[in-house]
């Protein structure tokens, strides 16, 4: 066993001797901004697309009542029906 | 006798204000400009840059007195640090002017402050200042690693272990082992020159200015640094060039924390204050119940409802006021919100919520995989910005989206907008999952969340530190007066849904109806306190913070946007919903929602702009620069929001309302977001930009929010609807009785239409 290793020098003199007084911090990553755009795009896509249809969302409202009414009037006429009959369907 | 709330408000005014103002500012007012007591043994260095020859002794000295691995991650073969790090606690930095006139070193370390930055805002005080030698230390076995310190400090100097599972917060001791066995630091014991020398401050001040006496003009003002500055530090500078360019900001002869916290240590002075306007809420909210649950009857009354909640077996007469009250809201259907009616007809599990749970399993894992490897490894968080989206987004943006329990619970109980309580539960289910999601992460990115333990102990609560503030108070709140508000749609659930658990149900009631007044006005009280606190957090921060953000009315405007944009979640997540299940909207009240919004955010805008001008910063917003960019974007997304949701109400259009919400929200989370991450200015030098890790477990955390509204709302009476819904909501029931039958899921025989006992109890 050797009493020493030889150290690959590949570069002889220190880096930069002295550091700056402010020194560069973290960095900027191209795959976690794809990342963000794309969740920004989609949220703000739904946004928009969400928005687009709250054009019509009280004539829905509106159109919904009268649907609800229609299925309460059915409710109404199938509860009339006789109990036995009802057992039976069930 | 009854009290009104004018009568209520007068008596706190004449009473109660003075007594606490007395208690809380008067004690202030007495040690108003006072200095800073400096420890009987007050030990310290002494650094004179006019001699250093920049031989970096001190720097190998440092690490080998600290036993610590040189730190040769620049390079393989030397030791040369960049900076102050996990490795290193002392460092000598050079400054070279481009122009070519005189150069200096500088030796970094802890400057040991007299009234430490990183001391006042270390929540359970693993950063303390040692009473006799005023030596800043750090106990590993508080600290939670919430890295506050690298956020406070002015001097930039507290370093975190950005790598391992058990990270250490790393800065200058002064070698305190090697003081108690009556050695000198070892930076101080190897200088060749005499640039660092150690002993007692005072002895240090006096030698200080021997040496600017001895030598006239050769040092920059004939000053030392830290004497005064910051309110004095027991690491003493001498330099010959200005000590701004050595990275030693001027601050000024007041400490940061004594400058900043002066409001936030008065109001929260023995809880005076507090405990004068929880008194106050709990008064209100009392007389507000008793008026609201009497409305409330008369209404289920005329409606028809409350024989129909009251009779749920179904008697023959219920089923005639039943049917009743259908034939009367099928022949005049309104919008009108009067129940909480579960979203039926849905499926809970569909490929949606599957795209959720995946994301939610993503983020588990990697946060797994973070607890293991560290917090570098996995986001871009650094010494500059030791603080990354989790908390700055996750906690900061989020909780005051989610803070709809407390603004709307304010305005709906409190200045009795009545029409407002039909949002209440979306409000308070927002806002739980906001916190609950929002504190889930903030353990994950806690460095150290083992020593949470501490918050169960007051005794090492620090008191004046507005993230101990922050963080007790949130955990409270949404463990207890949230959690407890949420309460009733789980127990109407279990009362409509099994009849077999209906007394205990009851009885669970009417324990909880006692202490509502309480709980609902602690609810209030607590949110308060840590969405300002939110604020507060980042006045530590000082002139790190950009002037068109830093400012002492940093909580106000925290909680202020708090509410506007809390107000935005709630009724635009309600109108998403309506939309998306096809729900009628009570524009009623909508509008009252959207009018309270846009007055809010008009309050709000002049407040900062006001603020902004009397601090002389508006000469900043026109600067060509990123903050200048942001302050724009930020304040026009809130005012055009704030004016849509004006144009909203006039004309009852929903469309504008909702992009008003969006809009104003986007430009409140900006203003939320920007003091710790977009307006933060630690060093030029430095970026911050979330890592894809990092942005996935934000976004799983986000996913398990939203995948615990959706499961919430088609599970409970959450959300708002007319009427004749809850009536539809029976029928579609009875239609699938087969399938449910068959199912065994729901026991659905409780909707008050015409179930027959015999039939419940053939299910």
Same mark, same amino acid.
């Given at each position: 066993?050797?009493?020493?290793?030889?150290?690959?020098?590949?570069? &002889?003199?220190?880096?930069?001797?002295?550091?700056?007084?402010? $020194?560069? !911090?973290?960095?900027?990553?191209?795959? =976690? %901004?794809?990342?963000?755009?794309?969740?920004?795009?989609?949220?703000?896509? &739904?946004?928009?697309?969400?928005?687009?249809?709250?054009?019509? $969302?009280? !004539?829905?409202?509106?159109?919904?009542? =009268? %649907?609800?009414?229609?299925?309460?009037?059915?409710?109404?006429?199938?509860?009339?029906?006789?109990?036995?009959?009802?057992?039976?369907?069930? | 006798?009854?009290?009104?709330?004018?009568?209520?408000?007068?008596?706190?005014?004449?009473?109660?204000?003075?007594?606490?103002?007395?208690?809380?500012?008067?004690?202030?007012?007495?040690?108003?400009?006072?200095?800073?007591?400096?420890?009987?043994?007050?030990?310290?260095?002494?650094?004179?840059?006019?001699?250093?020859?920049?031989?970096?002794?001190?720097?190998?000295?440092?690490?080998?007195?600290?036993?610590?691995?040189?730190?040769?991650?620049?390079?393989?073969?030397?030791?040369?640090?960049?900076?102050?790090?996990?490795?290193?606690?002392?460092?000598?930095?050079?400054?070279?002017?481009?122009?070519?006139?005189?150069?200096?070193?500088?030796?970094?370390?802890?400057?040991?402050?007299?009234?430490?930055?990183?001391?006042?805002?270390?929540?359970?005080?693993?950063?303390?200042?040692?009473?006799?030698?005023?030596?800043?230390?750090?106990?590993?076995?508080?600290?939670?690693?919430?890295?506050?310190?690298?956020?406070?400090?002015?001097?930039?100097?507290?370093?975190?272990?950005?790598?391992?599972?058990?990270?250490?917060?790393?800065?200058?001791?002064?070698?305190?082992?090697?003081?108690?066995?009556?050695?000198?630091?070892?930076?101080?014991?190897?200088?060749?020159?005499?640039?660092?020398?150690?002993?007692?401050?005072?002895?240090?001040?006096?030698?200080?200015?021997?040496?600017?006496?001895?030598?006239?003009?050769?040092?920059?003002?004939?000053?030392?640094?830290?004497?005064?500055?910051?309110?004095?530090?027991?690491?003493?500078?001498?330099?010959?060039?200005?000590?701004?360019?050595?990275?030693?900001?001027?601050?000024?002869?007041?400490?940061?924390?004594?400058?900043?916290?002066?409001?936030?240590?008065?109001?929260?002075?023995?809880?005076?204050?507090?405990?004068?306007?929880?008194?106050?809420?709990?008064?209100?909210?009392?007389?507000?119940?008793?008026?609201?649950?009497?409305?409330?009857?008369?209404?289920?009354?005329?409606?028809?409802?409350?024989?129909?909640?009251?009779?749920?077996?179904?008697?023959?007469?219920?089923?005639?006021?039943?049917?009743?009250?259908?034939?009367?809201?099928?022949?005049?259907?309104?919008?009108?919100?009067?129940?909480?009616?579960?979203?039926?007809?849905?499926?809970?599990?569909?490929?949606?919520?599957?795209?959720?749970?995946?994301?939610?399993?993503?983020?588990?894992?990697?946060?797994?995989?973070?607890?293991?490897?560290?917090?570098?490894?996995?986001?871009?968080?650094?010494?500059?910005?030791?603080?990354?989206?989790?908390?700055?987004?996750?906690?900061?943006?989020?909780?005051?989206?989610?803070?709809?329990?407390?603004?709307?619970?304010?305005?709906?109980?409190?200045?009795?907008?009545?029409?407002?309580?039909?949002?209440?539960?979306?409000?308070?289910?927002?806002?739980?999952?906001?916190?609950?999601?929002?504190?889930?992460?903030?353990?994950?990115?806690?460095?150290?969340?083992?020593?949470?333990?501490?918050?169960?102990?007051?005794?090492?609560?620090?008191?004046?530190?507005?993230?101990?503030?922050?963080?007790?108070?949130?955990?409270?709140?949404?463990?207890?007066?949230?959690?407890?508000?949420?309460?009733?749609?789980?127990?109407?659930?279990?009362?409509?849904?099994?009849?077999?658990?209906?007394?205990?149900?009851?009885?669970?009631?009417?324990?909880?109806?006692?202490?509502?007044?309480?709980?609902?006005?602690?609810?209030?009280?607590?949110?308060?306190?840590?969405?300002?606190?939110?604020?507060?957090?980042?006045?530590?921060?000082?002139?790190?913070?950009?002037?068109?953000?830093?400012?002492?009315?940093?909580?106000?405007?925290?909680?202020?946007?708090?509410?506007?944009?809390?107000?935005?979640?709630?009724?635009?997540?309600?109108?998403?919903?309506?939309?998306?299940?096809?729900?009628?909207?009570?524009?009623?009240?909508?509008?009252?929602?959207?009018?309270?919004?846009?007055?809010?955010?008009?309050?709000?805008?002049?407040?900062?702009?006001?603020?902004?001008?009397?601090?002389?910063?508006?000469?900043?917003?026109?600067?060509?620069?990123?903050?200048?960019?942001?302050?724009?974007?930020?304040?026009?997304?809130?005012?055009?929001?704030?004016?849509?949701?004006?144009?909203?109400?006039?004309?009852?259009?929903?469309?504008?309302?909702?992009?008003?919400?969006?809009?104003?929200?986007?430009?409140?989370?900006?203003?939320?977001?920007?003091?710790?991450?977009?307006?933060?200015?630690?060093?030029?030098?430095?970026?911050?930009?979330?890592?894809?890790?990092?942005?996935?477990?934000?976004?799983?955390?986000?996913?398990?929010?939203?995948?615990?509204?959706?499961?919430?709302?088609?599970?409970?009476?959450?959300?708002?609807?007319?009427?004749?819904?809850?009536?539809?909501?029976?029928?579609?029931?009875?239609?699938?009785?087969?399938?449910?039958?068959?199912?065994?899921?729901?026991?659905?025989?409780?909707?008050?239409?015409?179930?027959?006992?015999?039939?419940?109890?053939?299910?």
């Amino acid at each position: 066993m050797g009493t020493f290793e030889t150290v690959p020098i590949h570069l &002889a003199t220190p880096p930069d001797t002295y550091p700056p007084i402010f $020194s560069t !911090e973290g960095q900027f990553k191209v795959g =976690a %901004a794809a990342l963000v755009g794309a969740i920004a795009g989609a949220v703000g896509g &739904a946004s928009w697309v969400a928005s687009q249809r709250f054009q019509s $969302s009280m !004539e829905a409202g509106t159109t919904r009542i =009268a %649907a609800d009414r229609a299925h309460a009037e059915k409710a109404k006429a199938s509860s009339e029906k006789p109990a036995g009959r009802e057992k039976e369907e069930n | 006798m009854s009290i009104t709330r004018r009568q209520l408000f007068t008596g706190i005014a004449k009473a109660g204000i003075p007594a606490a103002v007395a208690v809380t500012v008067g004690t202030d007012i007495l040690h108003a400009g006072e200095p800073i007591p400096v420890p009987s043994a007050a030990v310290g260095l002494l650094y004179d840059a006019s001699v250093c020859i920049g031989c970096k002794a001190c720097v190998a000295a440092c690490a080998e007195a600290n036993d610590t691995p040189p730190d040769t991650r620049r390079d393989a073969l030397h030791q040369a640090p960049e900076d102050l790090n996990d490795l290193t606690r002392n460092v000598i930095k050079l400054y070279k002017p481009e122009d070519g006139s005189a150069f200096s070193f500088v030796k970094r370390q802890c400057m040991h402050c007299l009234d430490p930055a990183c001391a006042a805002g270390c929540p359970f005080q693993a950063l303390h200042k040692n009473p006799e030698s005023g030596i800043v230390e750090w106990d590993a076995s508080k600290c939670i690693g919430c890295r506050y310190c690298t956020i406070t400090c002015p001097y930039h100097i507290p370093r975190f272990q950005w790598v391992g599972f058990n990270p250490r917060v790393t800065k200058c001791e002064l070698c305190k082992d090697r003081l108690a066995k009556g050695l000198k630091p070892g930076c101080t014991s190897v200088c060749p020159t005499g640039a660092v020398i150690f002993g007692p401050r005072s002895v240090l001040l006096l030698e200080a200015k021997q040496r600017i006496a001895k030598n006239p003009g050769r040092y920059y003002q004939n000053r030392v640094y830290g004497e005064f500055d910051n309110g004095g530090t027991q690491s003493l500078y001498l330099s010959k060039v200005p000590f701004e360019k050595l990275g030693l900001p001027e601050l000024g002869p007041e400490s940061v924390p004594a400058r900043t916290l002066r409001w936030q240590r008065r109001f929260y002075q023995y809880f005076a204050l507090p405990a004068v306007l929880y008194a106050g809420l709990v008064q209100v909210i009392r007389t507000s119940l008793k008026g609201h649950e009497q409305e409330a009857h008369e209404r289920e009354k005329e409606t028809g409802l409350r024989a129909q909640l009251e009779g749920a077996t179904m008697s023959a007469t219920t089923t005639n006021a039943t049917a009743t009250t259908r034939a009367a809201t099928t022949s005049a259907p309104s919008n009108r919100w009067e129940r909480n009616v579960p979203v039926y007809g849905f499926p809970v599990v569909n490929g949606f919520s599957l795209g959720l749970l995946a994301l939610i399993l993503v983020a588990f894992a990697l946060s797994g995989y973070r607890e293991l490897a560290g917090l570098g490894p996995v986001s871009g968080m650094n010494d500059a910005y030791g603080w990354g989206i989790w908390k700055t987004f996750n906690l900061m943006v989020l909780t005051a989206l989610g803070s709809g329990a407390f603004a709307v619970g304010i305005a709906a109980w409190v200045f009795r907008r009545k029409r407002l309580h039909a949002l209440m539960r979306m409000a308070l289910l927002t806002s739980f999952l906001a916190y609950a999601c929002g504190l889930l992460l903030l353990g994950i990115d806690a460095g150290r969340p083992w020593n949470f333990y501490w918050i169960v102990f007051p005794w090492r609560w620090n008191m004046h530190s507005p993230l101990a503030e922050v963080a007790i108070c949130m955990s409270i709140y949404a463990m207890i007066p949230l959690a407890v508000e949420n309460i009733p749609p789980v127990l109407e659930r279990l009362w409509y849904f099994d009849s077999r658990l209906r007394p205990g149900v009851e009885r669970i009631e009417k324990g909880l109806h006692y202490f509502f007044p309480w709980i609902i006005a602690a609810a209030y009280l607590l949110p308060g306190m840590h969405q300002s606190s939110l604020g507060a957090l980042m006045l530590l921060a000082g002139e790190r913070v950009h002037p068109l953000w830093q400012t002492p009315w940093l909580p106000v405007l925290y909680l202020g946007a708090a509410t506007f944009m809390s107000f935005g979640c709630v009724a635009g997540t309600t109108m998403l919903c309506c939309l998306m299940w096809k729900r009628a909207m009570d524009m009623e009240v909508l509008d009252e929602a959207a009018r309270i919004t846009s007055w809010l955010i008009f309050g709000w805008m002049g407040l900062r702009l006001l603020d902004i001008l009397f601090r002389g910063a508006i000469g900043t917003a026109f600067h060509f620069d990123r903050f200048a960019g942001v302050f724009w974007l930020e304040m026009i997304l809130i005012s055009v929001g704030a004016l849509l949701l004006r144009r909203s109400v006039r004309d009852h259009a929903p469309q504008p309302m909702f992009v008003g919400y969006i809009l104003s929200s986007l430009g409140g989370m900006i203003y939320r977001f920007s003091p710790t991450t977009l307006a933060f200015r630690p060093n030029p030098q430095a970026l911050y930009f979330p890592a894809t890790i990092e942005v996935l477990v934000s976004l799983g955390f986000i996913s398990l929010g939203i995948l615990g509204f959706l499961v919430a709302v088609k599970r409970f009476a959450i959300l708002p609807a007319p009427l004749s819904e809850w009536h539809d909501m029976a029928s579609y029931f009875r239609f699938r009785r087969p399938y449910i039958r068959w199912t065994g899921y729901f026991k659905y025989g409780h909707f008050g239409e015409d179930e027959t006992p015999e039939a419940s109890g053939s299910d």
